[in-house]
């Protein structure tokens, strides 16, 4: 069996870690965004983020829920659900000894599909386009939990 350092310095690894960090900072852009608009909306939850817009009474006109600030929520609710699996099955399926063109095509399209999932839940897209962006980055982390099951356990 490879080495840990050697698999850790292998293009497949390499390419994980760089598929990886490019989800996770979307996912944190997600904290941006929800942030953006609670305050363009001026929609808050916790009466201590109401303070800049005032006192008593008068802050608590904005201590309420707003669609635009929900749906992202819900999206990045979404992402949360979904990234940390591909981030725990992804590096164990990097780690797995995959083909680099297999990985890679794992990979991107995972990326691809977040990206599109969340491009398709802020804009609003018409279903089934967000329905089927979740599927397919669904299905490539059951593909590669496949690969990680099958090599380790011989299935």
Known sequence: MAELAQLIDSEVFLAYATYATIVLLKMMLMSV????????????????????FG??????????????????????????????????????YALSGPALSTALLHFRIFVGAR????????????????????????????SMAYRVLRTGLYL
């Open 33 to 52: 965004t929800t942030a953006f608009f609670r305050i363009t909306r001026k929609a808050f939850s916790n009466p201590e983020d109401t303070a800049t």
């Open 55 to 92: 006192k008593g009474e008068n802050a608590k006109k904005y201590l309420r829920t707003d669609p635009d600030v929900e749906r992202v929520r819900r999206g990045h609710l979404n992402d949360l659900e979904n990234i940390a699996p591909f981030i725990g099955i992804g590096l164990l």
């Open 115 to 142: 990206i599109f999932h969340t491009i398709a839940y802020l804009t609003p897209l018409p279903q089934p386009s967000r329905a089927l962006s979740w599927a397919a980055g669904y299905a490539v982390t059951i």
